[in-house]
């Protein structure tokens, strides 16, 4: 890192997604895979944990291994480390595995339970070999949340540690290379201004750059809520809360505006409780590392309107 | 593991509806489960906490990843996996005398495996040498899988000291809700695999054949044969260990179905956690597990339903202008009462409820449509705030206690 300037996000060939559970890291990764795309790239966005959810977020039918395009320019894929594993054999070691799959997965499935980090550097492999050999612009990785992030992104090394000779090791040299290298390789931490999640970015960046050489690109926090009113306005806010002149706003208005009243302040303290942590946020996160911020979303329902409203914020953030 | 004897067996009294606080008084193990992000932690902290506060019972909150502030609530600051007792100061911090006792312990992944193995091991050099295998570090620190099975491990051990009248498990944030259901069965078939057997015949003299030899062949152009020789080492060293591995990992398997066990699903309304945690709810049903309850967590509260405050909130904001020059004389004189600056405000809030009642009208559907049906089915609202202290928990603890 030191005095190199960050290489932009959109800039970057392979990022890596992910975030504490619960804060919004699919949405991000898939507005970031879309807005990549808006932008004339070609992009592939690749599941990870295969859940499926990941083609709701452009209404486009179940991915599978192979990837298919969902929205002009941009195509998706869940990962399957059996998949990968096969392919891999195919394509690099010539060994074709044509039927008897069953035996062969239920060897590979024993085999990543007893090898530590084969599951992970399939999954890694397989990103990397996309990224090096199959022409995309950006390949978007929505990946493992926090707490599983640093055995994904560490793998490589762990391998390296353990494994001194072999095919994997000298595949992993390579994959080294790659995830090391800041101009092409970064990771993206998505957080919500909460206490958890906060603090969970903040240990994740210095696990980060303790136990892996990926470079934390970016930090995304997501859900701001916007600031109702300065000072001043909340000084009227609270004068128009007091009984006589609600008594009155509710005589104007013909109803109760007391709920409305108090649905403010609800939104004013949630705000403010928050801002406390976005302050110990950026206190914990290297001042080099950007911090970009999406608004809450007050939608009706996930799906590709959604998705393309977040990537509009972050386009925005981002300065296009 | 002390079972209690049924009283008042003549007695046929109509039973009432189930609520949190009879699940907690009649079950010894509840173990919250759920998607990341909804709040499983504290709620199953303020059960816990519940309990020992209404139930003078002896309560264990065993909790996995606890904030920090909450941590120190808890007396857990740097106290790792020892079980400890949450003083009684806090509790008069908080206003309140239990009535039985509430502790707290955090699940050290590593040391709970460490001392797994020295419990296992044959003889301490056995010990000794697994302790030290660098792949035995790797597969007990390192990598994700391992805390599935060590907590419910650490669960069944403590359970079977019969120390705690109950005991509430936090999970750990799993890459899947169900993996640390499974955690146990998928150790046990892996002690009992073929495979491992034929692993663990020292590397060199292997009895190849025909099944075993793509296998070989694949790992070792992959692996290579020195990494495949460790592995085999390791296993070696492991293998005075299966069998009470195998038979460990069933009776945790067993702990878990039992009647006296009982599952917490959390969740928010929020479309995602909740299809979730609808999924797990279901595989419980269908693994025969019992499905105690299920917690809604950070509801949105229901002011922000009614048709008549959006018809008041448009009102506002469609005649925010008018409105301000009739409220500006009550609101006073300078700042206070300039019209521009009221007007503002009442756009602003009248916007803020209608945003706001997007996302209640959400979450009121969701709920609607819950496609699972608990024995208690639970509603925490919003808090504002952070809860970090024995009276946020109580705050929470009460909404849920039915």
């Known amino acids: 890192m030191g005095a190199d300037p960050m290489t932009p996000l959109l800039e970057r060939k392979l990022v890596f997604v992910t975030g504490k559970g619960g804060t919004g890291k699919t949405t991000v990764a898939s507005a970031l895979a879309l807005l990549a795309a808006s932008r004339g790239k070609k992009v592939l966005i690749c599941e990870i944990d295969g859940k499926g959810e990941l083609a709701g977020y452009y209404e486009a039918p179940p991915t599978g291994f192979k990837e298919r395009e969902v929205q002009p320019g941009l195509f998706a894929m869940t990962m399957n480390t059996e998949a990968a594993l096969r392919e891999y054999l195919k394509l690099q070691l010539r060994i074709p595995i044509v039927g008897r799959i069953g035996p062969v997965a239920k060897a590979f499935d024993f085999l990543a339970t007893a090898a530590p980090g084969v599951r992970e550097i399939l999954t890694v492999g397989k990103l990397c070999f996309e990224v090096r050999d199959n022409g995309w612009d950006m390949v978007v990785v929505d990946a493992p949340a926090s707490g599983h992030i640093i055995g994904q992104l560490a793998a490589p090394q762990a391998v390296n540690g353990l494994v001194k000779v072999g095919l994997i090791r000298t595949q992993t040299d390579w994959m080294l290379e790659m995830l090391s290298d800041p101009a092409i390789t970064g990771l993206v931490a998505v957080c919500t201004p909460e206490e958890m999640p906060v603090t969970e970015t903040i240990e994740l960046a210095v696990r980060v750059r303790e136990e892996t050489t990926v470079q934390l690109a970016g930090v995304i926090v997501n859900r701001v809520l916007p600031e109702l009113f300065g000072r001043q306005e909340e000084a009227v806010f609270d004068a128009l809360a007091a009984p006589g002149a609600l008594a009155e706003l509710d005589a104007l208005v013909d109803g109760d505006a007391a709920p409305v009243l108090e649905a403010a302040r609800l939104a004013v303290t949630m705000r403010r409780t928050r801002s406390t942590h976005l302050e110990r946020l950026r206190e914990g996160i290297d001042p080099e590392v950007p911090l970009l911020y999406l608004p809450f979303l007050f939608a009706r329902s996930h799906g590709l309107r959604a998705t393309r409203q977040v990537a509009a914020s972050l386009g925005e953030e981002l300065g296009y | ?402």
């Open chain 2, 1 to 402: 593991m002390a079972s209690r004897a049924p009283k008042d067996k003549a007695k046929v009294t109509p039973v009432p509806a189930p609520t949190m606080d009879s699940l907690l008084a009649t079950k010894e193990i509840v173990v919250a489960c759920g998607p990341g992000g909804v709040g499983k932690t504290t709620t199953a902290a303020a059960s816990a906490l519940m309990a020992a506060v209404n139930h003078g019972s002896k309560v264990l909150v065993l909790t996995v990843d606890p904030a920090k502030r909450l941590a120190t609530a808890l007396g857990l600051d740097g106290i790792g996996n020892t079980e400890h007792r949450v003083p009684d100061s806090a509790f008069e911090a908080a206003g309140v005398k239990p009535r039985g006792e509430l502790w707290a312990a955090m699940l050290d992944t590593k040391e709970s495996w460490d001392s797994l193995i020295a419990h296992h091991a044959p003889d301490e050099q056995t010990r000794d040498e697994i302790l030290a295998n660098p792949l035995y570090q790797n597969i007990s620190g390192r990598f994700i899988q391992s805390h599935d099975y060590i907590a419910m491990e650490r669960l069944y051990e403590i359970h079977s000291t019969a120390e705690y009248d109950l005991i509430v498990v936090d999970t750990p944030p799993t890459r899947n809700a169900l993996d640390f259901l499974d955690a146990p069965e998928r150790l046990a078939d892996f002690f009992s695999s073929r495979l491992l057997r034929w692993l663990i015949v020292p590397y060199r003299s292997k009895l190849v054949n025909v099944a075993t030899k793509p296998f070989y062949q694949i790992s070792d152009r992959i692996l290579g044969t020195e990494f495949m020789s460790d592995i085999s080492e390791f296993f070696i060293l492991f293998q005075t260990m299966y069998d009470g591995f195998v038979e460990r990992s069933q009776a945790v398997g067993r702990l878990l179905s039992d009647r006296r066990t009982t599952f917490v699903v959390v969740s928010t309304l929020e479309a995602t956690p909740l299809r979730e945690a609808e999924f797990f709810a279901e595989q419980l049903t269908e693994r025969k597990l019992h499905l105690g309850a299920i917690v809604l967590n950070k509801v949105l509260p229901d002011y922000l339903q009614g048709r008549a405050g959006a018809k008041v909130a448009e009102a506002m904001k469609d005649r925010a202008e008018d409105l301000a020059a009739e409220l500006a004389p009550t609101l006073g004189t300078g700042a206070l009462g300039d019209p521009a600056q009221i007007a503002r405000v009442l756009t602003e809030v009248a916007e803020s409820y209608l945003n706001f009642q997007v996302v209640a009208l959400r979450e009121m559907e969701e709920r609607a449509t819950l496609a699972v049906a608990p024995d208690v089915l639970a509603t925490v609202p919003f808090f504002d705030t952070d809860i970090y202290d024995l009276s946020g928990l109580l705050r929470l603890g009460e909404q849920i206690w039915g």
